[in-house]
Every structure is written in C-alpha cells, then in structure tokens.
Antibody, heavy 121, light 107 residues
Framework: QVQLQESGPGLVKPSQTLSLTCTVS??????????WSWIRQHPGKGLEWIGY???????YYNPSLKSRVTISVDTSKNQFSLKLSSVTAADTAVYYC?????????????WGQGTLVTVSS | VIWMTQSPSLLSASTGDRVIISCRMS??????LAWYQQKPGKAPELLIY???TLQSGVPSRFSGSGSGTDFTLTISCLQSEDFATYYC?????????FGQGTKVEIK
C-alpha cells in the first residue's frame, strides 16, 4: 500500500519561502501512471489544490498560486517537493501531498497525514 | 472556474439513519466527481470517484449518484465511524476544486 509523508518546517516567516517534501513509500514515483499533488487546507476551511508533478518533471499549477509555486521531483529518493515563495499569513494551512490519478481528470486516491505550516514572524 | 455548492453544510443524524448529501455544479461536469471523508485531524480519504464508483475497501453503505450538474452521496445506514466531514471534488476542468464540505454530526 502506498504511503506518503510530508516533512518540513512548521513555522515560516512572512515574505520567505515555504519548503516541504513528500516521501513516498510502498510504490515508486518513477513507475509512472500517477501524478503527485500538493493540496492545502486553511484552518477550519475547505481544500485547495496547489499543483502536481509527473515523474518526468512535467508540472501543472493552480493559476491562483502559479506565480509563487514550484513543484519538483527527486526520483532517486522517491520524493517530490513544494516551494511557495513570498508567503503571508494567508498561506497558513495544513499542507497535504497526495497521489493523483489522471492527468487531465485528476482525483486523489492516497494522501499523506498532512503538516501544519504557520506563517508568522 | 466551476462553482460547487454542497448542501447541507451541517447535518445532524443518528446511527442507523439514511443520510444524503448534495453537490451541485455551476456547469455540467459529466461524471467527473469524487467524494472524500475527512475525520478531525486526519487527511481526507477517497470514497467514490467517477460519481458512483466505490473506491476499494470502502463499505457498501456508501453510494454516489448523479451526472451533469447534480450529484448525491448517500450513506444508507449511518455508523458511528461515519461521523465526519464530507467533500465533493470536481475533476472535469482545471483547477480541480472541492466543495465547502458537509459535517455529519451526532444528533
């Protein structure tokens, strides 16, 4: 069974870059067939898809965040990562990584447990 | 962007009840709809995709129906472990978006 685990700082200062990594176990990112997403949930709120990456490195981002987001993949470590630049308090959220089924019609079948990132000085 | 309206936002029910949650789209999405369950402090879990296909391992008391703009998630006989928040998600157009959630609480 595929498992995903997010890691990274829980506190980021305003204007800095948020950096998270998702480590995948129980399956290989480079085997293909799936995309790998980042999704966030503001405290007490709904869910927002940030973007995804394929093992080849091709990406697609939510237009609302595109100017600040970079998602990368390291197949040798079976990991993919998120960078979100110029953060503000509005970026405080629980960040999830998720395995994604479908390039054009994506839904999310396995999720990490999530990690809370707080933006505060 | 496709707008989604989930209703009700809060549903009070008892164990054994039949529960129906609605998700309405601002435009047709064929059957490109998924449902997730989220318990407090946990990640969402996929219940249903393609509007009515049960994800492996999900109990058969969960079912989904609909196409186009109107969809429903039905829990036929509510169990104690089903008290949670439920989200619909459209994946017909980019970016994929989620409904605002329906919290199912104990009556």
């Amino acid at each position: 069974q595929v498992q995903l685990q997010e890691s990274g700082p829980g506190l980021v200062k305003p204007s800095q870059t948020l950096s998270l990594t998702c480590t995948v176990s129980g399956g290989s990112i480079s085997s293909g067939g799936y995309y790998w997403s980042w999704i966030r949930q503001h405290p007490g709120k709904g869910l927002e898809w940030i973007g995804y990456i394929y093992y080849s490195g091709s990406t697609y981002y939510n237009p609302s965040l595109k100017s600040r987001v970079t998602i990368s993949v390291d197949t040798s470590k079976n990991q993919f990562s998120l960078k979100l630049s110029s953060v503000t308090a509005a970026d405080t959220a629980v960040y999830y990584c998720a395995r994604t089924f479908g390039e054009l019609f994506p839904y999310f079948d396995y999720w990490g447990q999530g990690t809370l990132v707080t933006v505060s000085s | 962007v496709i707008w989604m309206t989930q209703s009700p936002s809060l549903l009070s029910a008892s164990t054994g009840d039949r529960v129906i949650i609605s998700c309405r789209m601002s435009q047709g999405i064929s059957s490109y709809l998924a449902w997730y369950q989220q318990k407090p402090g946990k990640a969402p879990e996929l219940l249903i995709y393609a509007a009515s296909t049960l994800q492996s391992g999900v109990p058969s008391r969960f079912s989904g129906s609909g196409s186009g703009t109107d969809f429903t998630l039905t829990i036929s006989c509510l169990q104690s472990e089903d008290f949670a928040t439920y989200y619909c998600q459209q994946y017909y157009s980019f970016p994929p978006t989620f409904g605002q959630g329906t919290k199912v609480e104990i009556k």
